[in-house]
């Protein structure tokens, strides 16, 4: 099992750039999570997805972030326009209606 | 407000000894806890849980000990080796919406050889 795949792991941009982090999850889990990992605020949820559809986006920042799931295979954070406290790690989770969800390595995210 | 938290930011422990975590919540709702764990540059991992109906879940050398009374949990580790030191998070959900985990901040544990 290659496990929550994400790319890319490292991702410099800045101020103004358009960013999209990809997410591939484990094959058969049918709800899909992204988090936002800052020193500040720790581990926070931004956007659930249950059978590709988002069910809770209340986690999502701002209009400038936005997420898609188009099939049960590959997902998308996209940040329009980026900006300097934007910088954290994005993590992608997937789960198989149960409790555990199983983390990617993250994105490291570095807006300039 | 943090609904979680880990009042630790680290814990150093030599190797053989006892690691314990300790995490408290506030929300009365949650049901369901989980301890995760973190190697740098990796995501977290999940390690064990704990429903509400119980006060002590074992796994090997890893147990969870929950006292509502308290809203407090703590994660035992026993013995404790070097390949333990990561970051340790105490997550909570509730039976209402149980895809939401509310994670604290995090401790970092250092066992030392």
């Known amino acids: 099992d290659a496990g929550v795949i994400q790319s890319p792991r490292h991702e410099v941009t800045e101020m103004g750039q358009e960013v999209t982090l990809r997410c591939k999850p484990i094959s058969g889990h049918n709800s899909l999570f992204w988090y936002r990992q800052t020193m500040m605020r720790g581990l926070e949820l931004l956007i659930y997805?249950?059978?590709?559809?988002?069910?809770?986006d209340s986690g999502m920042p701002e209009d400038r972030f936005s997420a898609k799931m188009p099939n049960a295979s590959f997902s998308t954070l996209k940040i329009q326009p980026s900006e300097p406290r934007d910088s954290a790690v994005y993590f992608c989770?997937?789960?198989?209606?149960?409790?555990?969800?199983?983390f990617g390595p993250g994105t490291r995210l570095t807006v300039l | 407000d943090q609904q979680v938290k880990q009042n630790s930011p680290s814990l150093s422990v030599q190797e053989g000894r006892i690691s314990i975590l300790n995490c408290d919540y506030t929300n009365s709702m949650f049901d369901y806890f989980l301890w995760y764990k973190k190697y740098p540059a990796e995501g977290p991992t999940f390690l064990i849980s704990?429903?509400?109906?119980?006060d002590k879940n074992e796994d090997g050398r890893f147990t969870v000990f929950l006292n509502k009374s308290a809203k407090h949990l703590s994660l035992h580790i026993v013995p404790s080796q070097p390949g333990d030191s990561a970051v340790y998070f105490c997550a909570a959900t509730s039976g209402g919406s149980n895809y939401k985990l509310t994670f604290g901040k995090g401790t970092l544990l250092t066992v030392n050889p």
């Open positions: 704990i429903s509400s109906i119980k």
């Open positions: 997805f249950n059978n590709n559809v988002p069910i809770d």
């Open positions: 989770a997937s789960s198989l209606s149960s409790n555990e969800q199983f």
